[in-house]
């Protein structure tokens, strides 16, 4: 059974930092790209990080320089750590995965999700 439960959200100032952690079972990093997605009210979903199943990580252009995707050594468990944050960062962050390249990088291409994290940045 393929469970992702992802955690770490809070409420930070601007130019705050977080780690939101998405704890992984049931799946293979071998076999599937991991990702975050975040969706703001309004908004749709959207991928923001992504780890393809070879660990070549990509994002967006609004989080290259500030959000870094990473996994821990047992395996276990994958990381966005996201710096310098701004108040358009805030949105419901999810971890999901999917085929080994991503595919179109899309949520319709991703399987698995966790439940949501929500991270607010406000003054």
């Known amino acids: 059974q393929v469970q992702l439960e992802d955690s770490g959200g809070a409420s930070v100032q601007p130019g705050g930092s977080l780690r939101l952690s998405c704890a992984v079972s049931?799946?293979?990093?071998?076999?599937?790209?991991i990702a975050w997605f975040r969706q703001a009210p309004g908004k749709e979903r959207e991928g923001v990080a992504f780890r393809r199943s070879d660990g070549w990580p990509r994002y967006v252009d609004s989080a290259k320089g500030r959000f870094l995707i990473s996994k821990d050594n047992d395996g276990n468990t994958l990381y966005l750590s996201m710096y310098y944050l701004k108040p358009e960062d805030t949105a419901m962050y999810y971890c999901?995965?999917?085929?080994?390249?991503?595919?179109?990088?899309?949520?319709?291409?991703?399987?698995?999700w966790g439940q949501g994290t929500q991270v607010t940045v406000s003054s």
């Open positions: 999901a995965a999917g085929p080994p390249d991503c595919g179109t990088r899309t949520p319709v291409d991703f399987a698995y």
């Open positions: 049931g799946l293979s990093y071998s076999n599937h790209c």
